[in-house]
């Protein structure tokens, strides 16, 4: 079935860039940039991926990304990523990058991006993999900060399709950051944001109304709002669904307990993702397979998914 699975064609639509840095390439990028680890070697990191909750995991993501330093080192990452893809038949992804993890130390928002798009250029003539990129605001960060964050990517206008809003749910609702929303709009930005992961269905509901989104990054906790839910059906409103990040951090106690093909089966746009594969345990493929064996998806349940990340992009 992995294989079945692996070959099937797929689009990603929750993925973070910083996420998928891997700890063999963060070792290096280090031993380039030479910063020192807090880690004796790889191993010793990838004991440390044993996350109680989301800001546990958010930490040492935030401290696994300051060896990224160059625009050769954003390079590095993202073509890493896109191999992945290419390895599992992903053949439209569309990342998100954090500006303000790099600006803040320090890294200039243009060797950011230029790196990051350069490989995403290059993947699409090399590897036939097409891309929209997305700009997350750091939702943990005043709303002035995600304002600054915008103002910076005006130069760089037709690199990406979208903003969207991610870091630490619980204590920042969407409506923090309706008004930077309404500016990136106003831009001819689209709009997505991460809701109802550790947040409750209120969330969502702001992101809907207040941020005008055109998907909901994670959404699991929709089920609990029967009036929610059925307006995600009714306006076929995708969700953007992350099975090994959902049980790693504990929103579900265990795969068994996953919701996605209960929603899949009322009609909800659910879709497969791999959130941040270097601590989570594994790319795309891994997510579906995971599925497979712990809620027994089927071929045709897996083909409506890979279809719904299909027909769920952006661009």
């Given amino acids: 079935m992995y294989d079945w699975l692996n070959a099937l064609p797929k689009a990603e639509l929750h993925l973070h860039l910083e996420g998928s840095l891997e700890p063999e390439l963060l070792f290096a990028l280090a031993e380039r940039n030479k910063i ?55 053949i439209h992804t569309e990342p998100f990058f954090d500006p303000q993890t790099h600006t803040d130390r320090g890294i200039p928002f243009e060797v950011v991006l230029r790196g990051i798009k350069q490989a995403l250029v290059d993947g699409e003539k090399k590897l036939g993999i097409s891309h929209g990129l997305i700009l997350s605001f750091l939702r943990h960060l005043p709303e002035e900060e995600a304002f600054k964050t915008l103002e ?12 969207g809003l991610d870091s630490s749910e619980m204590g920042h609702p969407p409506s923090k950051f309706q008004r930077v929303f309404d500016k990136a709009r106003s831009e001819g930005y689209l709009t997505v944001a991460h809701a109802g992961e550790e947040g409750p269905p209120e969330y969502i509901w702001e992101a809907l109304d207040l941020l005008k989104i055109q998907r909901i990054d994670h959404g699991v906790r929709a089920i609990e709002d029967e009036r929610l839910m059925q307006r995600i059906i009714d306006e076929q409103i995708p969700l953007t ?32 993702n791999s959130d941040d594969p270097a601590y989570f345990g594994g790319y795309v493929t891994e997510n579906f397979a995971a599925l497979h064996e712990s809620l027994g998806m089927t071929q045709e349940q897996a083909k409506r998914l890979a279809q719904n990340s299909l027909d769920a992009r952006l661009v």
Avoid at 152 to 163: E, H, K, L, Y
């Fill in 36 to 90: 020192a680890l807090p880690w004796n070697d790889v191993e010793a990191l990838r004991s440390a991926y044993a996350f109680n909750n989301l800001q546990e995991f958010l930490d040492l993501y935030y401290a696994g990304a300051n060896v990224l330093r160059s625009e050769q080192d954003f390079y590095d990452l993202t073509w890493a990523y896109l191999l992945k893809c290419k390895q599992q038949n992903v």
């Fill in 152 to 163: 910076q990517a005006v130069p760089f206008r037709d690199a990406f399709i979208a903003v």
């Fill in 241 to 272: 669904v992350c099975p090994l990040s959902n049980t790693k951090l504990c929103v579900f106690d265990d795969m068994r307990q996953h919701n996605i093909l209960q929603m899949l089966e009322r009609g909800v746009k659910v879709t497969v």
